[in-house]
């Protein structure tokens, strides 16, 4: 516990540094090279601070042009993690309450990054829809269909909003698996153990063209699923 509340008292004031510096940089950068920049270098200095590696495989998997990336969610480790390793510039489909923390909600609007309400199905397909707008840009795109954190490592029921997202985007998604964020930072515990977290990128999905519009969106909800499940530590 003590080690998680000196990590903190770093972890709080570096993250209110770069979240001003990365704003001030959007001033000057449109591309959002510079605040991805900022992002991972943020990202990869909060992992060292608590002594996390991170490694990737199936990198080779990776088509060319935007993705959607779909990944489970076991901890606040796994933003650091596709942050720090993902080998590709990515936008945050986040809850919208992030975007409400002073200085760093708005540092994530500079950075494009989508909020999501989740209280609200009709925004909550608005903010999907910004997502698909983001895409079309070109733009890569990573959020977490459970919606929300795993308390046991297990897969939760799968939020209906990315596969719609999907089908608008007409772009592959990509499952990912992250292993081991939930042992460097249990769930429900304000405690921090170092580690390594591993993740790993998963061969390409696209629904069949033929499928009808819900039935694209089960099929794609399945298929990203059993996937993810197939690697999953317990």
């Known amino acids: 516990m003590v080690r998680a509340y000196l990590f903190l008292a770093v972890f709080v004031p570096l993250t209110f540094l770069f979240s001003v510096s990365a704003i001030i940089a959007t001033l000057f950068d449109s591309s959002g090279r510079v605040y991805a920049w900022h992002a991972r270098l943020w990202a990869r200095l909060t992992l060292a601070l608590n ?5 990737v495989t199936g990198t080779e998997h990776l088509p060319d042009g935007p993705v959607i990336f779909m990944s489970n969610h076991q901890s606040n480790f796994d933003i650091l993690s596709l942050l720090a390793a993902m080998p590709r510039q990515i936008h945050w489909i986040a809850k919208k309450e992030l975007f409400e ?3 760093f909600g708005p540092s994530m609007r500079r950075g494009g990054y989508i909020p999501l309400d989740r209280s609200d199905g009709r925004k909550a397909l608005q903010s999907m829809s910004e997502a698909a707008a983001t895409i079309h840009q070109g733009k890569s795109v990573v959020l977490f269909p459970e919606g929300t954190r795993t308390t046991d490592g297990n897969l939760l029921p799968f939020k209906r909003g990315g596969f719609i997202l999907a089908r608008k985007a007409a772009v592959p998604v990509i499952p990912v698996t992250i292993n081991g964020s939930g042992r460097v930072n249990p769930a429900g515990q304000i405690i921090l153990y170092s580690g390594n977290i591993h993740l790993t990128l998963h061969p ?11 039935e694209a ?16 530590e317990h």
Request: glycine fraction near 2%; avoid cysteine; charge should be neutral.
């Open 51 to 55: 002594g996390v590696t991170v490694t």
């Open 101 to 103: 923390i002073p200085v």
């Open 204 to 214: 390409p999905l696209v629904a069949p063209p033929e499928l009808r519009r819900s």
């Open 217 to 232: 969106e089960n099929w794609m909800m399945e298929a990203v699923r059993k996937q993810i499940e197939s690697v999953l």
